[in-house]
């Protein structure tokens, strides 16, 4: 089971970021997709959550109405579209999948500062 997230970088406040978490070594499309974050200092939480068809997600309260969870079966690949981001987002973002006892990605830093 391999998970490789890309996407993160430097943005300004009130900047989009578009990260993707690329699966491989399992039958992705039988899997809910999860990402997670964790600031300096701070536990690892839950940040959205989408249903192995992708008809159904979840949304922590912190980034409700601004991140939008998806997923491509064909291409064995989760996104997280983050909007409107803020200073708080800034974080390492973590993707998984809870294929055998749960598998990480290697994370991606976003950072949002001016």
């Known amino acids: 089971v391999q998970l490789v997230e890309s996407g993160g970088g430097l943005v300004q406040p009130g900047g989009s970021l578009r990260l993707s978490c690329a699966a491989s070594?399992?039958?992705?499309?039988?899997?809910?997709m999860y990402w997670y974050r964790q600031a300096p200092g701070k536990e690892r939480g839950l940040v959205a959550q989408i249903n192995s068809s992708g008809g159904s997600s979840y949304y922590s309260d912190s980034v409700k109405g601004r991140f939008t969870i998806s997923r491509d079966n064909a291409k064995n690949t989760a996104y997280l579209q983050m909007n409107s981001l803020k200073p708080e987002d800034t974080a390492v973002y973590y993707c998984?999948?809870?294929?055998?006892?749960?598998?990480w990605g290697q994370g991606t830093q976003v950072t949002v500062s001016s």
């Open positions: 070594g399992f039958r992705f499309s039988s899997y809910a």
């Open positions: 998984y999948a809870g294929v055998g006892s749960g598998s």
